[in-house]
């Protein structure tokens, strides 16, 4: 089975995310984050694991190394041409969660996703719109460059979830 961990965020960072990827997906017609339910995220992690229930108990205490803190989102960026996304500042919050997450996890799981998720060769991102063509790539850009400025997030979850398809197993509200 693969799994995620992701970060998720305050109610306003979480609508301001939420309405470019409705926006998105309401002009070019590539709606697979919303017809999947995936809410706006920051993933940490990816892991291929047959062992859930040493995954929950190892991410509750995971949890609980992880405060809440702010993150910036700087940028627009693009996997070409299949995803577009909000690209937060890499800090030392972010760098320590994947580090964390995935040293901490990897006793019960496989690197998922073909390493992508791993310290050192991570790229933090918030999907606004995956499944993309060339042509709708182009057209997504253009929405998101129109709406987009920079802004502040707070990071207030984690949370592990299945992924193909998106369900969140368990989340936990990070302490100050």
Not at 28 to 54: F, R
Request: proline content about 5%; some cysteine.
């Amino acid at each position: 089975m693969n799994y995620a961990v992701v970060l998720k965020f305050d109610r306003e960072t979480e609508n301001k995310i939420q309405e470019l990827i409705d926006e998105v997906a309401e002009i070019t017609g590539c709606d697979y984050m919303k017809q999947i339910k995936i809410p706006p995220h920051i993933t940490v992690s990816a892991l291929v694991s047959d062992n859930e229930e040493a995954l929950l108990l190892e991410m509750k205490s995971v949890a609980e190394l992880v405060n809440k803190d702010f993150i910036y989102f700087a940028n627009i960026g693009v996997f070409n041409p299949l995803v577009i996304y909000l690209g937060p500042v890499m800090n030392e919050f972010l760098q320590n969660t994947c580090r964390t997450v995935n040293e901490r996890l990897l006793k019960y799981a496989d690197v998922g996703n073909r390493g992508q998720y791993l310290p050192n060769q991570w790229v933090p991102h918030a999907a606004v719109a995956v499944k993309l063509t060339p042509d709708t790539l182009k057209e997504a850009f253009a929405v998101v460059q129109e709406k987009f400025s920079a802004f502040g997030a707070a990071v207030e979850k984690i949370t592990l979830a299945r992924t193909e398809p998106y369900k969140e197993l368990c989340s936990w509200e990070l302490e100050e």
